[in-house]
Each structure stands twice: as structure tokens, then as C-alpha cells.
């Protein structure tokens, strides 16, 4: 909403000498964010308003050209060239003489031109720095100012204009009419509604018939008819800049008039060519297949919820949307119907967003009007064409008035201030409630609140609240933290979780977390079976996207179109990881959708937790390029499968757990490149190579590398034990045996760590060797064992009957044999 000042100070008693920074501070108070302060352009020297006596057209050049003879207040008139052809003989205009300096920097100098001396310039409105049309020059129209007034207070060069940001739940703000209420309410001053007019006399029967066919949508229509209009009539330059201030561009004497009341009072209103409306007007929902051509010149297919003014022919206008092109007011126009009508906010706001029609009058319906100015709003806008284009009222107004009684609110005079935090006495409650033009009943503290007609967004004790605290000022609610209790610190889940992080962090692996939600597409490309579990999906109500309507049941989709995308972007070594909370599905009850005119009673509560799915928290990575960078140490490394096992294993270590790994088979990965991670004997999750149709699927790389686990299936670390340190030494031995290709490696490994007992201190895996003199379809695992006592110094044969221990036990469990 743009506000002009010299506007707002015809209707609030603004105190004396109130600056504009003072001014600002007051709408921050009132809730407003101001987005601009437009300053008036500066123009310094002589600009009087003239009247043009005499006009020479001079003949013999390019193009046509005046000398006009113009009084400037000063005894002899000025003879000033012009080459602008929109004004006539006794039309008022702004003359800027010379020794003014126009914006721009463009100073005015009597100079010869077209052999004629021009003693000055008669002015366009950009010339002014007023506003864009440099079409012809600035004509004031023949009557209400005298030659030689200054034009600085006729053009309003010294006015300013807040750009005020208006919430959606406040759309009285939509007129000069609610500033005007709020900031006299808040500077503790006087304001003059310019809705308290007396409502003529009207007489004789309405002039035309109508007939609201969905009260529902419209419960109150007004509509008054006019005839004897001037159709060249123009609009004064009073309005017409008013309009340019706020926006609003200049189309007609009728369309301006409506755009101004609309303005005013916050009532948008529809002028219809009378002589083109066909039967009786009819307010209605749109039929199947009807279509409208509206002013835009758009033909538009209408849904049956839009709602339509209609004649005999047809929709004649998308109500508080757009008019249509038949009922236009044209050039010829002398007989109007104005409308001005209470339209149910919700709907106006679905039209509004179906056509793709956003209007001033849509702003102000979908937010809410008032329904008591509909007729007021007709008696100004006729009052109005009648003083400037001689129109006058055919018959009795039209008033369709269908409105259920306002609402009744309780409040507790004293909920405002225990919200606050303010003392407010009963006193100030009411003086803010009656500022607001609500009326108040009730005994004691016990409030009934009615509130005023423009405050369709009130309608519970919060509400109120919000009003009170505003206008007596959000400044006065005390900046006062409230004192902390003494934490615990983190839980044990959230130490763990950051630990993971930052240990994937740590060996390089950058986190890229993603939206929580999937669709039918992404599951297809990772080539889950139908049976999948990670397909039984919940689906939410309002999906940000439909393409990606459901809860994730993986972490997979969204870290590998992080990666596409970087590889897309030109990256091609990257290691990817995100945790977060997946969504499995499963039979449970739908959620209700509780409604919000009260809190939700217990049951309903329960309901709505019951159907709130289990949230296990995932570690999930993706990797591919180089794992290791190529340079003169060496020529680097690939990222493969193990590295997706290795990075499974560092989530483990920094959860306290530990992890084993065996052979697995499940999609997304491929089947000969899956490891299954174990705790005990449960799997939690898996590792590998992507399968190479998923990786085509998703665009990216061949052998792309992911891990997914199940954080939450770790269990939680034992209480830590402070080693026990031998002082005795070590003895350090080699084992390398053959198995057949299809055993784990893990398998061997524990074998091997069950047989040596107690003296082995450490077992690790150095070499896997194929090749002779390995038989075929077998493989070389050589281990390096670490065996110590704790009491004493091992002997030769005791180390030595630990390694065979452990070879026994891994030939029996595993088929192992030494390696010769």
C-alpha cells in the first residue's frame, strides 16, 4: 500500500512539525514494514500554474510546432514554443520559467528556437520528475487555480509516499482509510473517517434488477445505475496524482473515480457500460464450458468454481477478479453501472490464482473488505462523477444483503498483559479495543468483543491480544530473558550422531543433506523390486512436489542426485554423505486433519501420534573419482566398494560398536559387489558398487560406490575400560593361508581371532593374493598377528602354538589350509 502524506494528513491530525523519520518509526510500531520512503524530486526557481490566452501554429518545419501566449500572474504574458498538441486555448497548465531547474539537473533559460524567443516551458509530467508520460504536456483542465500560483503545492513536489507492506491477515491496512485509523490511533490524535458521509435521498425504484445466486460466496451486493455522463469528461489533476502515487495508472473519468474510492475507503468497485448490459444481473458460479473474454483481451475457460456477474448473454465479468471486454467502458460511455460488492475472501483468492489475475481489487478482496461500505462507496463514486463529469443517479440503489450478525468474542480483560508480559490495566484494554472501532459489552474483566465490520480477521481472544500489544506498542513488552535451567548437555544420541559426522567428515567426505521426501520415479530408478519394503511409502497430504509426494524410506535417491548433480556441474571426484531420519511405511491409521476453531481434544491427539511413523536415523554415503589424487608420490587411486565398507566401519568406530561384514544381495547395489553390515547377527545395512542400470538410471558414473546403514541399530558403547598395558614384549608373526574365492574374508578373520585365545593381541588383514601357485578359484589371505602376554615374555613355542591354534580352528570353520 503507497501512502502520500499530504493524503493521510486530510484525514489525521498530524502533529505539528512530525517529521518523516517520525512518521516511519510510527507505522514500525503499528506492524508495517515500511519497504521505501519516496522523496519529491527537487525543483528549485520559478514553476507557476499558466493559462494558455493564445496559440500560433507555425508552419515550415519537421514537424508541427505552437507558439503560445501564456499568463503567468506578471502583467504581460509569456510567449513560450511548444511542441506538445494535447492542450487547447484556456486550458491550465505548469509553466516553468526561466531560472528554474527542473530534475535532472535541466535548467530553464528564455532561448531563440523555431525563430521565436520561448520565455520558458510548459511542462510534461516527466519533465516534472511527477511520474512517466511524456506523451504531451501536464494540463490541469480550465478552471480552480489561478495564473501565477506556485505549481510546487498544486503538484504535490513537496509530498512523500511510504511504501507500506501490508500482511495478508490485515486488508482494512488496504486503504487510506485503515492507515489513517491505525497511525491516529497509535500518534494519540484525531481522524476524520471518510466513510461517515450521509447517504443521499435516492428516489424512485432501482434501475436494474438483480438477483445473488450464491449467497454463500456474496452475501452482500450493491449496484447503482447513472446516466448524463460526459464520456471526454477528464479526471482532475488532483486525482490523477493521487493516483499516480499509489500506483495506479490513469484510464477514465468512471475507472479513475473507482480506483480512488477503492483507494479511500478500501471498497474496489466495477463500472459496467450500461447500455451493453443485457437483462438482469445475476451473481453465480460459472456453468460447464462457459467462457469469458475479459479486459485483458484473454479469452478464459471457466471452472465451476469461479464465481460470475452475468447478464441475459452471458458471464460478464469474473467477480473481484477482472471485468469483461463486452461491458466495457469506452470512449462513448454516458451511462454507468457501478458494483461494489462483499465477496468471500477464499474464493476471490482461487480465481485470483486460477487465471493468474493478480489486480489491485484482488489484493483487497482475498485479504477482506468491509461489507458496511458498499453503499457508501456507491454514493461517493456517483458523488464524484456527478461534480466532475456531470453524471446523475437513474433510481434507487441495488442492496442484496444476505450477512449473518458479526461475531461476539470473549475475553479476559486481563490475557493481554499475562501474554505480554505488560501490566495493561481494564482501562487501556478498552481504550485499544474502542480505537479499533470495536464494541464492548460485559461485566468486570469478563469481555464481549464485537468486532467492527473491516476486522473480518478477528475472531478469537488471540486476536484481541494482537491488536492491544500492537497498538500500545511492541516496544513496551520488556526485553527480559527468561533464566535457563541448568542443562544436561547433550543426550548419548546426540553425541553419537554428531561423532559420526564429524568422523565422516574428517575422512572426507562432505555432507549434502537433502529434502526428506521421494517419489514413484526415484524408487523405479534404484530398481527396488514391488515386494521392497522401501516402496510401502506415507504419503503426505500437502507435497511441496508432486513428482515427490511421500516420505524418504531411504537416504540413498536424494545423496546420489546431489552427486549427478555435481558431476553434472563438472566435479568428478566427490564423496558425499548425509544422516537423517527415514520414514518406513507400514499398515497404520490415517492421520485426522483436526480443525482449527479449537485445540484438539485428547483423542485426536492420540490419533494423530498414532499415526506418526517410526523415525529411525540413517547414515547413508556416495562416492566416485578418485578416492586417492594422482602426483608424483603416485598414480592414485579410484574410489571402489571398499571404500563404502571402510566408511561403514568409521561410522561404527565412532559410534563404539563394531562392525562385520559378509556377502549381501540387494538392490540398489550390484550382486556380486554387495556386503551386508552386521552387528551380531542382525543386518543393518549395506555397502558396495551400484548396480550398472541404476547408475544409468541416475546419471551418474559406472562403479559409483554407496553405503547405507541403519545408525540407530548400533549399540550403544559399553562403559570405557582403561586398557591393560603389557611391559613385556610382543612377538610379531606372519600367516598367510589359501580358501576357496566364495569365503569371506570376515569368516577367516574370526575363526583365526577364536582359535588364538587370550595371548592375541591384534589380527590384521595386509594382503589378498590370486595367482599361481594359488589354485584356481581360490586366494591368498596373508594376516599379520600380534601375541603378548601380560605376566610374562613369550617363548618361541608358545607363539608358535597360538598360530597353529588359529589356523586349526580357521581350517575347521572355513576350509583354510597354509600357504606353502
Not at 717 to 731: D, L
Amino acid at each position: 500500500m503507497k501512502v502520500p502524506v499530504s493524503w493521510l494528513s486530510e484525514l489525521v491530525d498530524l502533529p505539528a512539525g512530525i517529521t518523516t523519520e517520525e512518521l516511519d518509526a510510527a507505522f514500525v510500531r503499528l506492524g508495517f514494514e515500511v519497504e521505501d520512503v519516496v522523496r519529491p524530486p527537487v525543483t528549485t526557481g520559478p514553476l507557476v500554474v499558466g493559462r494558455v490566452l493564445e496559440i500560433e501554429e507555425l508552419t515550415g518545419f519537421k514537424k508541427p510546432i505552437r507558439y503560445c501566449q501564456v499568463e503567468v500572474g506578471e502583467s504581460e504574458p509569456r510567449g513560450i514554443v511548444c511542441g506538445a498538441r494535447n492542450f487547447a486555448v484556456g486550458d491550465l497548465v505548469v509553466a516553468a520559467l526561466p531560472g528554474a531547474v527542473l530534475p535532472g539537473d535541466f535548467a530553464i533559460a528564455a532561448r531563440k528556437t523555431y525563430d521565436h524567443v520561448s520565455d520558458g516551458m510548459i511542462c510534461s509530467v516527466r519533465e516534472l520528475g511527477i511520474g512517466e508520460d511524456h506523451t504531451g504536456i501536464l494540463v490541469l483542465g480550465q478552471g480552480g487555480y489561478v495564473p501565477g500560483t506556485p505549481a510546487a503545492d498544486v503538484l504535490g513536489l513537496d509530498d512523500v509516499v511510504f511504501h507500506l507492506e501490508v500482511t495478508p491477515d490485515r486488508g482494512y491496512a488496504m486503504s487510506m482509510r485503515g492507515i489513517a485509523r491505525d497511525l491516529a490511533a497509535v500518534l494519540g490524535v484525531a481522524w476524520r473517517d471518510p466513510a461517515d458521509l450521509p447517504l443521499p435521498e435516492w428516489s424512485g425504484a432501482p434501475a436494474w434488477e438483480v438477483d445473488v445466486a450464491a449467497p454463500g460466496r456474496c452475501d452482500r451486493f450493491s449496484m447503482l445505475a447513472l446516466e448524463g455522463l460526459d464520456p471526454v469528461a477528464p479526471s482532475p489533476w488532483s486525482l490523477r496524482r493521487r493516483l499516480a502515487q499509489c500506483g495506479v495508472r490513469s484510464i477514465s473519468l468512471a475507472v479513475d473515480v473507482t480506483n480512488y474510492v477503492m483507494l479511500e475507503l478500501g471498497q474496489p468497485m466495477h463500472a459496467f457500460d450500461r447500455d451493453t448490459v443485457r437483462g438482469p444481473i445475476t451473481v453465480r458460479t460459472a456453468a460447464a464450458g462457459e467462457r469469458l473474454t475479459t479486459l485483458d483481451g484473454a479469452d478464459r475457460a471457466l471452472a465451476d468454481d469461479d464465481l460470475l456477474i452475468a447478464d441475459g448473454s452471458g458471464p460478464i465479468g469474473l467477480a473481484g477478479v477482472m471485468g469483461g471486454a463486452t461491458t466495457e467502458i469506452g470512449d462513448t460511455t454516458s451511462a454507468v453501472l457501478l458494483e461494489a460488492a462483499h465477496w468471500e475472501p477464499t474464493g476471490i483468492s482461487r480465481g485470483v490464482r486460477r487465471h493468474r489475475l493478480p489486480s489491485e481489487a484482488g489484493k483487497r478482496f482475498e485479504r477482506g473488505t468491509d461489507p458496511d461500505v458498499t453503499v457508501l462507496a456507491l454514493a461517493r463514486a456517483a458523488g464524484l462523477l456527478a461534480e466532475h463529469g456531470g453524471a446523475c443517479v437513474a433510481g434507487a440503489p441495488v442492496d442484496v444483503d444476505t450477512r449473518a450478525p458479526r461475531p461476539v468474542i470473549g475475553l479476559d480483560a486481563g490475557l493481554p498483559g499475562r501474554i505480554a508480559g505488560v501490566d495493561y490495566s481494564r482501562a487501556q484494554v478498552l481504550e485499544v479495543l474502542d480505537a479499533i472501532g470495536a464494541e464492548v459489552g460485559g461485566d468486570g474483566d469478563a469481555l464481549q468483543v464485537t468486532p467492527p465490520s473491516w476486522r473480518g480477521d478477528l475472531r478469537e481472544p488471540a486476536d484481541l491480544v494482537e491488536e492491544v500489544v500492537r497498538l500500545r506498542g511492541f516496544d513496551e513488552i520488556p526485553s527480559l530473558l527468561p533464566t535457563a535451567p541448568p542443562g544436561g548437555g547433550l543426550t548419548e544420541r546426540q553425541r553419537r550422531r554428531r561423532s559420526i559426522g564429524r568422523a565422516l567428515a574428517d575422512a572426507g567426505y562432505v555432507e549434502a543433506p537433502s529434502f526428506p521426501f521421494t517419489g514413484t520415479a526415484q524408487l523405479d530408478a534404484l530398481g527396488l523390486p514391488e515386494d521392497d519394503d522401501r516402496r510401502r511409502v506415507i504419503t503426505v497430504r500437502n507435497p511441496l512436489s508432486e513428482e515427490a509426494p511421500a516420505l524418504r524410506t531411504s537416504l540413498l535417491p536424494g545423496l546420489l542426485t546431489a552427486l549427478a548433480r555435481n558431476q553434472a556441474r563438472g566435479i568428478r571426484d566427490v564423496a558425499l554423505f548425509e544422516h537423517g531420519a527415514v520414514f518406513p511405511g507400514g499398515v497404520r491409521p490415517p492421520a485426522p486433519v483436526p480443525g482449527a476453531e479449537r485445540r484438539p481434544d485428547d483423542a485426536v491427539l492420540a490419533a494423530l501420534l498414532g499415526a506418526v511413523p517410526a523415525q529411525p536415523w540413517h547414515v547413508a554415503v556416495a562416492l566416485t573419482g578418485q578416492r586417492e589424487p594422482r602426483g608424483w608420490w603416485g598414480p592414485g587411486r579410484p574410489a571402489e566398494w571398499a571404500d563404502a565398507v571402510q566408511a561403514a566401519r568409521t561410522v561404527a568406530a565412532a559410534a563404539g560398536a563394531e562392525l562385520t561384514v559378509r556377502a549381501g544381495d540387494r538392490a540398489p547395489w550390484h550382486p556380486g559387489r554387495c556386503a551386508e553390515l552386521l552387528v551380531g547377527d542382525r543386518v543393518i545395512g549395506h555397502a558396495g558398487e551400484l548396480h550398472p542400470k541404476v547408475c544409468e538410471a541416475l546419471g551418474v558414473p559406472a562403479r559409483t560406490a554407496v553405503m547405507e546403514l541403519d545408525a540407530d541399530a548400533l549399540p550403544a558403547p559399553a562403559v570405557p575400560q582403561a586398557p591393560a598395558i603389557s611391559t613385556f614384549p610382543p612377538v610379531l608373526l606372519d600367516l598367510a593361508v589359501v580358501v576357496a574365492d566364495d569365503v569371506p574374508s570376515a569368516d577367516v578373520t574370526a575363526a583365526l581371532r577364536a582359535g588364538a585365545g587370550e595371548l592375541l593381541e591384534s589380527l590384521r588383514l595386509f594382503d589378498v593374493y590370486t595367482g599361481a601357485p594359488v589354485p584356481a578359484g581360490s586366494r591368498s589371505l596373508a594376516y599379520a598377528l600380534t601375541v603378548r602376554a601380560p605376566d610374562r615374555t613369550l617363548t618361541g613355542e608358545e607363539a608358535t602354538a597360538v598360530r597353529d591354534a588359529a589356523l586349526a580352528a580357521a581350517a575347521q570353520a572355513t576350509g583354510a589350509q597354509i600357504r606353502g
